[in-house]
Structures are given as structure tokens and as C-alpha cells.
């Protein structure tokens, strides 16, 4: 189930909506939000984010998400798409009682540092797998019942450590792979210029 994560970008919202035509998908109305669904909603905003309330949007991503669709995120830079998916992931994990793990591939080092690390200071399981991360001590983690909330890497490392995608087939196979989440969605190059294939093939 993955999720796609663009800024301000009409003209690739116009090709997403093609794109999921092509495809035959028919169910774009909006997920039905209950009033329990909603109050679970803002109980996390609030306690872990210390946010009030959801900007426009946010909500009615995050209920799609929860439904197990597969989401397209279109907001200006500073909309908050990224707290659609964090939300996700906390709520599942405490609903379920479950340790699943969401995939965040994002392209910049500086934005999976500061995600990562902004979710930490909240309180909140994240691990991101960058030069100088200590792999084989997060491929063991992942493999344990300690797994992460969260997982953010680039779409390079995703592509060429075999270890990792080991561990993810093995999370996968166990039934701990929650979701992956593609950041900065206009990186892949099928809806842009050709200069990050490894976005692209993340992206499959």
C-alpha cells in the first residue's frame, strides 16, 4: 500500500488522475470518517504532535490510508503531508497492538534526517538508514519484535542493499510491512526529468 507525496504540482496531479484511470481505478470518493474514527484521529494529533487541529486535507488522507487505500498526497510545501502518513503509522501500531514498519523513501539526506530525527524528539520509533548508519544493527532491529515505526532511507539504498530488501522480505512475509511512502513523488521520473531511476523503480 503505498503512499505518494508531491508539493504544489498541478500538472502531475493531472497525470496521477489519468494514470489511475488508465488503470481502472474507479473509487476516488473521499474515505467516510466516523465520529469515533475522527476523535481517534485528533487524540494522537494532539498527544504526540501537541497539534489542535488538522489543516485541510490532512484528515481525509489519513482516513483513506487507514481504509488501505492507496493514497496520493497533493499539498503546497509546508501543508503538512508528511504528518498524514506519521499519524498512519503510530495509530495502526497502537490500535493493533502490532509492530508494523512504513517504508519512507524520500530523496534528500537533509529531509530524512530532520523527519527522523523530528519524530524521535516526539517520542516516536523512527530509524533512518544513512551513510555512517550502523546497517547491520538496524537490518537485526527490524528483524526483532524492537522493529521500528518507521524506516527512512533513499531510493538508492532501497535499490542496491540486498541485505536490507532481505529484511524487508522477511517483514513482508511476516506480515510487519505496513505501507511504503514515496516523498517528493515528482522525483519519479516517469512524471518528471530522468535523473533519479532509482525513484522510479522504488516507486513499483
Not at 515505526?149 to 510491512?177: C, I, V, W
Request: charged share 20%; net charge negative; proline share 4%.
Amino acid at each position: 500500500m503505498p503512499i505518494f507525496l508531491n508539493s504544489d504540482d498541478d500538472a502531475m496531479w493531472n497525470t496521477f488522475r489519468d494514470f489511475t484511470l488508465d488503470l481502472g481505478v474507479e473509487d476516488t470518493a473521499p474515505a467516510v470518517i466516523s465520529d469515533d474514527q475522527r476523535a481517534q484521529y485528533e487524540e494522537v494529533l494532539t498527544r504526540v504532535f501537541g497539534i489542535d487541529k488538522f489543516r485541510e486535507n490532512q484528515l481525509e488522507a489519513i482516513a483513506a490510508t487507514m481504509a488501505g487505500r492507496d493514497t496520493f498526497i497533493l499539498m503546497p510545501t509546508g501543508g503538512g503531508k508528511s504528518l498524514c502518513y506519521q499519524l498512519v503509522a503510530i495509530l495502526q501500531n497502537e490500535q493493533t497492538h502490532h509492530a508494523f514498519v512504513t517504508i519512507v523513501v524520500a530523496p534528500l539526506l537533509s529531509l530524512i534526517r530532520d523527519q527522523a530525527r523530528g519524530l524521535i524528539a516526539l517520542g516516536v520509533d523512527a530509524v533512518e538508514l544513512t551513510p555512517g548508519s550502523n546497517s547491520q544493527a538496524i537490518n537485526a532491529r527490524l528483524r526483532s519484535d524492537l522493529r521500528p515505526a518507521l524506516l527512512f532511507l533513499t531510493p538508492e539504498r532501497l535499490q542496491k542493499d540486498s541485505t536490507l530488501y532481505a529484511t524487508l522480505h522477511f517483514l513482508n512475509q511476516n506480515g510487519h510491512l505496513a505501507r511504503f511512502v514515496i516523498d517528493e513523488a515528482h522525483c519519479i521520473s516517469t512524471w518528471g526529468p530522468e535523473f533519479r531511476g532509482d525513484v522510479r523503480n522504488s516507486s513499483h
